[in-house]
């Protein structure tokens, strides 16, 4: 965090299948709570805490728990088709849902949007309240008009910047340079709704751990700083695997400080404190 000037970070709790522990879908998430939290808690003022819960079970006293072990916000999977066992607005979701926006809690949702959209319009609207922030410009880094109408539709929904793996990356970061304009037209129109984010889940045990983290906050970083910067690129011939570059937004001070610190300070809220 010191070397790429970042003072505070959101960490997020990972089930089994998606922090190289093996499982399926949410096997293990209250291992991946558990992690979070005491690493949370051996850096104070460092690093901010999401946990996940499934939103079938509408454990609201494990919800209670992880609140009083110092969780400050909640990471939800279910919009994404691995963790999808039931309808985003299923009727067993209404109880979680509904303290999550009783609670004020700041909540980060994975959602597809090609294949869940409808479902994720349902709960924007049965919840008006919610502090939802959709990641990875709301699953629409290939289809910013879509990303575009949902933002319209519904005035508080926030979205990320942060790109992932390899290859779901490379697509997102190809297709945002052909639309470098568009973008930086949103960025212009909602200032105040865009957050920068990477996506990494590393093992400690992996020795390229430290150098994917460094490309990850990097190209992340560059995508809204720098005029280029480097990821993998996929080509006709070779998989994403291999070095490339691509045309950044360069953003100007007025639209970068937001999505770099301001709009995230706002979203958190008591979580900074």
Known sequence: MAKHRIDRAVVLASPDLTSGRGGSGLAGYRTGNDIVLDAAAAHPGKLIPFVTVDLGHGDLAYLAELRRRGACG?????????????PLDDPSHKAMWQALSDQ????????NTVRYRSELEAVLRAFPDLRVVCAHLCGSRTDLARMESLMEAFPRLLVDTSHGSAGPAAEGF??????????????????????????????????LSME??????????????????????????????????????????????????????????????
Do not use: I
């Open 74 to 86: 909640v990471k939800l999977y279910q919009g994404h088709n691995l963790f999808h066992e039931r």
């Open 174 to 207: 190809a297709n945002l340079e052909r639309e470098r304009a568009q973008l930086v037209r949103l960025f212009s129109r909602w200032p105040e709704r865009f957050l920068f984010g990477t996506d990494l889940v590393t093992s400690g045990l992996d020795p």
């Open 212 to 273: 994917l983290w460094d490309l990850q906050v990097e190209s992340n970083m560059g995508l809204l700083k720098e005029d280029n910067f480097r990821f993998f690129r996929r080509t006709a011939d070779q998989p994403a695997r291999t070095l490339g570059t691509y045309q950044g937004l360069h953003l100007p001070p007025e639209l970068l400080g937001p999505a770099l610190g301001q709009n995230a300070a706002r979203w958190l809220g008591a979580c900074l404190r």
């Open 104 to 111: 004020s809690l700041p909540v980060l949702l994975h959602a």
